[in-house]
């Protein structure tokens, strides 16, 4: 039944001359972080100190950094891009990787996070996302808004997807709308990623994950607990947990 | 292809779950000409929230199909480039199967999606029938109208008469956050209402009042523009004040009031007190200064420096003469009486950042002490001076920074500073001196020195920076001038009885002279920079240093004694007029890739040292220096952050300094007559090679921390003060002097770790050291040995939110030896201990509790002292929002405040006493704007 019904939209969609070119690409992705309004959120500061960090940390333009992601309909590949600016000090060591496959609906997540490097498997997940009656043109498609929550980091997250680009493919932790998502951003402006660059076609240089990959194996589950724990003993502490996890 | 397809297709199955009474959903999608449109995203919603139930394309005659949904309200929603999106609710059948009618899609107007959309990058929202827009993504001219902004809106134009037509009708009425403005009369709103104040536009077709009146809707539309004004987020103000005091004289205040807006910030702060608190608070001044809080280090010296490739920024907080920089955390000794005011303000547009600030402290100060210094002489024989001394000082401080940055484009930066400071001090000293050598064997002086000085600088400095296109690639320039002026006058007394010696020319003796100084130096600073990277990981770094340094001294001393009038004093008196002047070229290679950074370099340096003296400005020159130092200075740095918060250095310098010129000067200062300077003008400059390594690591999951580092530096030549000691008068008369061999080495080791995690951590420490110096000491080469070990606890126990506590001890021992003369051996201990407690109590009320205990020893003088200092405070928060606090300090319970200091050196040893302010207790209120801030963690 389920294989008729997938032929029969298949043939459906076929005849209807998908354009394809539009499924395959790379999109370059500007990551700018706003320390100063995450800093200033933390729980256990007074007003005073509020105001105090967001009048002298006080960074109009964010931080940015150069992320790109790869997509197919089947596959997508998320690590950094090139840096904006050849510095030079090199500080950059951390990995950060995301290959999301959906084909069987698994992903996996090479990355340095809270000081340990994390090889993450499981199924993927989706947000709940829920599509709202706003538009936006970002690089010449038009997109439109869709929210979500995530409750263990406590964030808003507002993403705009091209429904002229029918992938449920997204950057960082962000997929599952019925178009690729070209920018969101958490909680109003502490985190804003916007895609800058959108190349259609098979990606020149494929992104390749480390050869060796080397850190604690967790299932998507276990490293949620992980984080939560982390996030909590970080209140608790009063540290920002921040600092130590992709926000 | 088809592979391809059935991956995409998967991924809309998973959002269809199966369950019992499945729907399926059919339909088209068509334009407003009735052509079907393929391609287009047909979504399926919950109405409650919006959420994403399902999703799937229409195919080329525009029919979508939803299989196996569940039975639920659901919105369909459509969706296609250039077209508004539209969702209707669908009324679910009794059957399984769905037929939607034909939905029609509605293209957005060309020019409002190509100037709202694309060129104004604004977000459209769809509310119903209503269109909106964010009004200040549209650039108009400060202080223009609602009108300017109206005209530059696609679809919308303003007629000959001022009435304002929307998609060819007449706009009816205009509403500003949904109420009427003005009556309704849309030209009174267009032209009075400021466009910088608007935050989003609405147009849509309203009902007319009559129908909402009587509730039957009568067909009839009126074109309405609602006008959503901004919330001025940005845009606020804070401030606090407190004042304290006791019936014993004692009080304390301080008012702070900050004004900020998205542009602009401005600030006044002020303070007033006689509990020796002579600078802001850390928070203070972070508050006060704003935007440029963190704006330092941009000295536009470039290249490497003595210290290893990094430049270290080093702020201190005192209220020191020579600093620009406003005071903080800083408490004196003795007893003052301080006050202090400031103002300032900062200007941030687009890439434009200004930031100034005035600020004006002035203190008295007086400052009761006694010191003991015991010298060592070669045959196991040793003198002590002692200098009981009480001392006032009045001091005045204006200072004035002003730095703007522009970034003029995305390649070029300048940063302009200037920096001002004015200050006057007045000094009185009256002191009782006695020299020791045996219990029979003791002369005395009485000292009364006073002087008024004025001093002031100016610096200012020019920096700019030029990124090339080939990204690494930067140039940047930079100049300063600084320009310091100070005039002293004062008067030096000394009368001394038993004199030892019958030598007249020995400067034990009575004095009575008047001395004038004028004191200016102008220092003309350059520096260019180019870094040309090669192949993004490596890059060639060259640079060029240029400083010269001309100052003039000009000192006269007036003896009293001989006549009424005074008489200069030509052994005393001097002019020096010199000029330093130092160049710099090197280069390095840097590697940076993935974290690591290995850096080579070479410079080469020189130093010409120019200078003159006489007695007075025109009269005879007595001396010259023409001295000239070329030094080569290689240079090399490691510095590797690795995975896991783990970092790594290691680093050697060499550096070279120049003789400072009053070193090389045959002059004598007899300012302290007991303590005569010379010069040597065969002075050589001092060179030493400095090796440093680290490593810190932190894992945030266990909250544990490790610090090492081992700082040591070999002198090749040191400048010394080798001392002659007379042994009839016991006068030391110090002459500068190279020695090679000196050696220092510090580390530092730090652990850190929860005992239990998140309530109880405990940090240790130990940072040992050890110094070896050289000197002549009546001609004869002595070595003496430092060797200093400290180790720290410190615990922070945090067990329940009301409560926590923080203690910690430090034990210090410094052994000092001396090789030609071990019988002199020093061991000094400081030992201290803390307690600090804060608890919350119920009802906003709270206590804090400070316990400082320090120990101090040195057995060979059978010195031993406790200082234990006590301090409590009692607070309440009154109010709701907790504004007003009303607090009882007690500060040093037990009366035993003083200020104690002790050192070993070459061939002396120190003890020093303070008399300080000590028990006292304050009564004090709090209002803060903000709340009151309750700091009961660390």
């Known amino acids: 039944m389920k294989l008729k019904y997938l032929i029969t939209i298949a043939m459906i969609l076929i005849t209807t001359g998908l354009r394809a070119q539009n499924v395959v690409g790379e999109v370059e992705y500007r990551y700018r972080i706003f320390y100063d309004k995450i800093y200033s959120s933390l729980p256990h500061l007074t007003q005073q100190e509020r105001d105090r960090i967001l009048l002298t940390w006080n960074n109009p333009e964010g931080y940015s950094t150069r992320m790109k992601l790869q997509f197919w309909p089947e596959k997508s590949l998320y690590t950094y891009g090139e840096p904006y600016e050849v510095r030079s000090y090199s500080w950059q060591v951390e990995d950060y990787f995301i290959e999301n496959n959906l084909k069987d609906q698994t992903y996996l997540k090479y990355m340095d996070q809270m000081g340990k490097t994390y090889i993450v498997r499981d199924s993927l997940n989706a947000p709940k996302w829920r599509v709202m009656n706003e538009i936006r043109d970002i690089l010449g498609h038009m997109c439109m808004k869709a929210v979500s929550e995530d409750s263990l980091k406590g964030q808003k997250i507002t993403a705009w997807f091209a429904s002229d680009i029918p992938v449920p493919i997204g950057p960082e932790e962000q997929f599952g709308l019925p178009g690729l998502i070209l920018a969101y951003d958490i909680n109003d402006g502490m985190l804003i990623v916007e895609a800058e660059k959108i190349t259609f076609g098979e990606p020149e240089e494929i992104i390749t994950l480390p050869k060796k990959m080397k850190g604690r194996e967790v299932s998507g589950t276990n490293y949620q607990d992980i984080v939560r724990e982390f996030i909590q003993s970080s209140i608790e502490s009063r540290r920002a947990w921040m600092w130590e996890i992709r926000y | ?938």
């Open chain 2, 1 to 938: 292809m088809k592979l391809l397809i059935s991956y995409l297709l998967l991924a809309f199955i998973t959002f269809a779950s199966h369950g019992q009474s499945q729907l399926t959903i059919r339909g088209t999608v068509k334009d407003t000409t009735n052509l079907p449109l393929n391609y287009t995203s047909v979504l399926l919603l919950s109405p409650k929230d919006s959420a994403l139930v399902a999703y799937t394309l229409t195919n080329k005659e525009g029919e979508y199909q939803f299989k196996n949904v569940d039975r639920q309200p659901l919105l369909i929603k459509a969706t296609y480039m250039g077209y508004l999106p539209i969702q209707k609710e669908l009324e679910l059948p009794e059957t399984d199967e769905l037929e939607v009618e034909v939905i029609r899609l509605m293209p957005i107007m060309q020019e409002l999606y190509e100037v709202v959309v694309k060129a104004a990058k604004a977000p459209l929202m769809m509310r119903g029938d209503t269109l909106e827009y964010d009004a200040s993504k549209f650039k108009v001219p400060p202080g223009a109208t609602l009108e300017e902004l109206l005209r530059k809106l696609p679809g919308i134009q303003i007629d000959k008469d001022g009435n304002i037509v929307a998609q060819g009708q007449q706009v009816q009425k205009v509403t500003v956050d949904g109420r009427r403005f003005f009556g309704g009369n849309t030209k009174m709103a267009t032209q009075n209402l400021n466009a910088e104040s608007v935050s989003k536009l609405q147009l849509f077709d309203d009902k007319s009042e009559q129908s909402k009146l009587t509730g039957v809707d009568d067909g009839v539309k009126e074109k309405t523009l609602n006008v959503e004004l901004k919330e001025e987020a940005k845009k606020g103000g804070f401030g606090k004040i407190s004042a304290a005091g006791e019936t014993d004289s004692r009080w304390s205040s301080n008012a702070s009031y900050n004004k900020f807006d998205k542009v602009n910030q401005f600030s006044i702060i002020g303070y007033g007190n006689n509990v020796n608190q002579t600078g802001l608070s850390w928070d203070d001044l972070q508050e006060f200064r704003g935007s440029g809080a963190f704006q330092f280090g941009d000295t536009g010296d470039f290249g490497f420096n003595g210290s290893g490739g990094v430049n270290y920024i080093s702020f201190s907080g005192g209220d020191r003469e020579e600093s620009f920089e406003i005071p903080f955390n800083n408490l004196s000794s003795g007893f003052s009486n301080n006050e202090a005011i400031g103002v300032n303000f900062n200007h941030l547009k687009d890439k434009k950042d200004f930031s100034s600030n005035y600020f004006y402290s002035r203190s008295d100060q007086i400052i009761e002490s006694f010191n003991s210094r015991t010298n060592f002489l070669q045959n196991n024989s040793s003198f002590t001076s002692t200098d009981q001394s009480l001392q006032n000082n009045g001091a005045g401080h204006h200072r004035a920074n002003l730095r703007f940055q522009n970034e003029l484009d995305s390649t070029n930066t300048i940063t302009i500073e200037a920096k001002g400071r004015l200050s006057t001090l007045n000094t009185s000293l009256g002191s009782l001196q006695e020299l020791i050598r045996n219990s029979t064997e003791q002369s005395q002086m009485e000292r009364d020195n006073r002087s008024n000085k004025w001093s002031g600088a100016f610096q200012g400095t020019a920096i700019y920076r030029h990124k090339f296109e080939k990204s690494g690639r930067i140039f940047a320039a930079s100049i300063s001038n600084t320009y310091s002026k100070a005039d002293q006058d004062g008067i030096q007394k000394s009368v001394v009885d038993l004199v030892n010696s019958t030598d007249p020319n020995t400067y034990f003796r009575n004095l009575d002279q008047v001395n004038e100084a004028l004191n200016s130096n102008n220092t003309i600073k350059s520096s260019l920079l180019y870094v040309e990277p090669i192949k993004k990981i490596f890059f060639w770094e060259t640079f060029y240093n240029f400083s010269q340094s001309k100052s003039e001294t000009d000192r006269k001393v007036f003896d009293m004694e001989a006549s009424d009038t005074p008489e200069l004093n030509p052994d005393l008196s001097r002019f020096f007029d010199n000029t330093i002047t130092y160049n710099r070229v090197g280069s390095s290679i840097r590697y940076a890739n993935k974290g690591s950074n290995i850096s080579v370099g070479l410079a080469a340096s020189n130093y010409r040292l120019n200078g003159q003296f006489s007695v007075e400005k025109a009269s005879e020159i007595l001396g010259r220096v023409d001295k000239n130092y070329l030094n080569l200075t290689p240079n090399l740095s490691y510095w590797k952050t690795m995975k896991g918060n783990k970092r790594i250095n290691a680093g050697y310098s060499m550096g070279v300094t120049p003789p400072n010129i009053a070193d090389l000067q045959p002059f004598k200062d007899i300012s302290n007559p007991l303590y005569i300077r010379e010069g040597n003008p065969d002075l050589q400059p001092e060179v030493t090679h400095s090796f440093n390594t680290g490593y810190n690591m932190y894992d945030p999951a266990t909250f544990i921390n490790f610090q090492f580092s081992l700082n040591s530096t070999f002198y090749q030549s040191q400048v010394v003060q080798n001392q002659s000691i007379d042994p009839e008068t016991f006068v030391t008369t110090f002459t500068a002097g190279n020695v090679s061999g000196g050696q220092r080495y510090f580390s530092y080791i730090g652990f850190g770790f929860p005992i239990v995690k998140t309530k109880f951590n405990a940090y240790l420490t130990a940072n040992p050291s050890f110094t070896k110096s050289l000197a002549l000491i009546n001609s004869i080469q002595t070595e003496t040995n430092t060797l200093s070990h400290n180790l720290g606890v410190n615990l922070d126990l945090t067990p329940v939110e009301w409560l926590s506590l923080y203690a910690g001890t430090s034990y210090r021992l410094s052994k000092t030896t001396y090789e030609q003369n071990p019988s002199q051996n020093q061991d000094i201990i400081n030992l201290s201990a803390y307690t600090n407690m804060n608890v919350k109590l119920p009802k906003d009320f709270y206590f804090d509790m400070k316990f400082n205990y320090n120990r101090f020893e040195n057995e060979s003088f059978g010195f031993n002292q406790e200082v234990p200092i006590l301090n409590a405070f009692i607070y309440k928060l009154i109010g709701e929002a907790k504004k007003w606090e009303v607090r009882l300090s007690a500060y040093d319970v037990f009366k035993q405040n003083q200020t104690i200091s002790q050192f070993a050196g070459q061939n002396f040893v120190t003890t020093g006493r303070i008399e300080t302010l000590s028990r006292y207790f304050l009564l004090g209120v709090t209002y803060n704007m903000r709340g009151v801030e309750v700091k009961n963690r660390r």
